[in-house]
C-alpha cells in the first residue's frame, strides 16, 4: 500500500508541531486540514494526549473561522479513505458558496465569486491562537 507523508504533497502550512501540521487546502472556501506528524490510520491509534489537543486544535480553528469570516456554518470531516491517515478537514460554509449546501465533494450547484477578508490574516490569528494554547 502506498504510505504518503507530508513531504510527498503540495502545502501552505499553517502550522507545525511534533505531533501535527496544519495545511490549507486550495478551495473557494477557507478550509484547513490538520494532520498528525505520524501516520495514524484511526483515531483510536491516537494516545489520550495526543487525541485531546487534536479535538483542541479542531475546537480553536473553528472558533477563529467563526470570528473571522462569520460563515454560514462550519464542517467538519474525517475520512481518509483515499488518504490513509488521520487528518480532520475544518470548512467554513456560506450559504453562496458554490456547493452549498452540498458537501464541498458533492455536486456544484452554482459558480459564486465570495469575497472574503485576506486569508494570510486569517492564517496569523491560527498560528498565533495556536502558539498559545497548544504545545
Given at each position: 500500500?502506498?504510505?504518503?507523508?507530508?513531504?510527498?504533497?503540495?502545502?501552505?502550512?499553517?502550522?507545525?508541531?511534533?505531533?501535527?501540521?496544519?495545511?490549507?487546502?486550495?478551495?473557494?472556501?477557507?478550509?484547513?486540514?490538520?494532520?498528525?506528524?505520524?501516520?495514524?490510520k484511526?483515531?483510536?491509534?491516537?494516545?489520550?494526549?495526543?487525541?485531546?489537543?487534536?479535538?483542541?486544535?479542531?475546537?480553536?480553528?473553528?472558533?477563529?473561522?467563526?470570528?473571522?469570516?462569520?460563515?454560514?456554518?462550519?464542517?467538519?470531516?474525517?475520512?481518509?479513505?483515499?488518504?490513509?491517515?488521520?487528518?480532520?478537514?475544518?470548512?467554513?460554509?456560506f450559504?453562496?458558496?458554490?456547493?452549498?449546501?452540498?458537501?464541498?465533494?458533492?455536486?456544484?450547484?452554482?459558480?459564486?465569486?465570495?469575497?472574503?477578508?485576506?486569508?494570510?490574516?486569517?492564517?496569523?490569528?491560527?498560528?498565533?491562537?495556536?502558539?498559545?494554547?497548544?504545545?
Amino acid at each position: 500500500m502506498l504510505q504518503l507523508t507530508k513531504t510527498d504533497l503540495p502545502m501552505h502550512i499553517i502550522f507545525e508541531n511534533q505531533y501535527f501540521y496544519i495545511e490549507k487546502e486550495e478551495s473557494q472556501i477557507p478550509w484547513l486540514k490538520v494532520f498528525t506528524q505520524e501516520p495514524h490510520k484511526e483515531l483510536s491509534e491516537l494516545s489520550a494526549e495526543v487525541r485531546s489537543q487534536l479535538w483542541e486544535i479542531v475546537n480553536i480553528i473553528e472558533k477563529e473561522m467563526i470570528a473571522y469570516y462569520k460563515p454560514t456554518k462550519i464542517n467538519i470531516a474525517s475520512f481518509a479513505n483515499m488518504l490513509p491517515r488521520v487528518h480532520i478537514h475544518v470548512m467554513a460554509r456560506f450559504e453562496d458558496d458554490n456547493y452549498y449546501p452540498n458537501p464541498m465533494w458533492g455536486e456544484k450547484l452554482r459558480d459564486n465569486e465570495l469575497y472574503l477578508p485576506d486569508e494570510e490574516k486569517f492564517f496569523k490569528r491560527v498560528f498565533t491562537t495556536l502558539q498559545k494554547y497548544v504545545q
